[in-house]
T-cell receptor, first 114, second 113 residues
Framework: AQSVTQLGSHVSVSEGALVLLRCNYSSSVPPYLFWYVQYPNQGLQLLLKYTTGATLVKGINGFEAEFKKSETSFHLTKPSAHMSDAAEYFCAVSVGGSQGNLIFGKGTKLSVKP | EAGVAQSPRYKIIEKRQSVAFWCNPISGHATLYWYQQILGQGPKLLIQFQNNGVVDDSQLPKDRFSAERLKGVDSTLKIQPAKLEDSAVYLC???????????FGNGTRLTVT
């Protein structure tokens, strides 16, 4: 069975600092992995995804993530945080190769200090 | 393109009452999902439709929850009777196929008192 663990329910960084949000997964089959962002009172928006191919995936708003099979990780990074990045971020793994049937982590709330 | 529309945005009911949520997916999207997001947790899939047929409802509490997607477009999710633990945001999402990414609506926040 698949599962996702996000380390740290709350991460705080200064504007301009590196953003690192951690995600580890468990999957018995080659995983599809996703990062979604949720702004207050809104639905989720896809940041980036890994299905096959290149293990370093670039997404919207300057975010990227690297699939590391040996570490079962898919950490999200951004070199320089912006105030507008403050939101909740969810890592997810797919079930059965579907991009819609997903198992989500509990989320990490990112705060950005001026 | 217009996004996924959901209504109402907020609903407050007492336990044991019934409630219904409505979702209109992006035009042409054959696949529709309902997710439940309890405060402090990630979304959990309740049911997946492909056109008007159910693909996966293994996590839907069928004793109180029901969902339908008539004509393969709009969908409704119903809870009857509601329990306190049903308080959550109910998110609808659609995609053009099971191997395509999700587009989420803004959700319906349900409070059961």
């Amino acid at each position: 069975a698949q599962s996702v663990t996000q380390l740290g329910s709350h991460v705080s960084v200064s504007e301009g600092a590196l953003v690192l949000l951690r995600c580890n997964y468990s999957s018995s089959v080659p995983p599809y992995l996703f990062w979604y962002v949720q702004y207050p009172n809104q639905g989720l928006q896809l940041l980036l995804k890994y299905t096959t191919g290149a293990t370093l995936v670039k997404g919207i708003n300057g975010f990227e993530a690297e699939f590391k099979k040996s570490e079962t990780s898919f950490h999200l990074t951004k070199p320089s945080a912006h105030m507008s990045d403050a939101a909740e971020y969810f890592c997810a793994v797919s079930v059965g190769g579907s991009q819609g049937n997903l198992i989500f982590g509990k989320g990490t709330k990112l705060s950005v200090k001026p | 393109e217009a996004g996924v529309a959901q209504s109402p945005r907020y609903k407050i009911i007492e336990k044991r009452q019934s409630v219904a949520f409505w979702c209109n997916p992006i035009s042409g999207h054959a696949t529709l999902y309902w997710y439940q997001q309890i405060l402090g947790q990630g979304p959990k899939l309740l049911i997946q439709f492909q056109n008007n047929g159910v693909v996966d409802d293994s996590q839907l509490p069928k004793d109180r929850f029901s969902a339908e997607r008539l004509k393969g477009v709009d969908s409704t999710l119903k809870i009857q009777p509601a329990k306190l633990e049903d308080s959550a945001v109910y998110l609808c999402a659609s995609s053009s196929g099971t191997n395509s990414p999700l587009h989420f609506g803004n959700g319906t926040r349900l409070t059961v008192t």
